[in-house]
């Protein structure tokens, strides 16, 4: 079972990851800078940005605006 859970938990990670790098990218601002050997190092998997132990605050009043979610309209207001 817990072996089950940590690969979950890696997969969600490498997910979120992965929304995090899409949105840079699509910065044309990062797009000048990254070279072709610059985008072929990027990888969904770090972890840096992880706290494993300990206690973790969450504000689940805001939401992480990852993979284009800015730009979709609201359920409620349809654009």
Not at 8 to 25: G, P
Not at 47 to 54: E, I, K, M, S, T
């Amino acid at each position: 079972m817990s072996v089950l859970c940590l690969r979950i938990l890696q997969t969600a990670l490498i997910y979120i990851n992965t929304l995090m790098l899409q949105d840079i990218l699509a910065d044309p601002e990062w797009a000048k800078l990254l070279k072709p050997a610059d985008r072929r190092g990027l990888t969904p998997l770090f972890w840096q940005h992880v706290q494993p132990h300990g206690e973790v605050r969450l504000d689940v009043a805001k939401r992480l605006t990852l993979g284009g979610a800015a730009q979709a309209p609201e359920a409620g207001n349809p654009a």
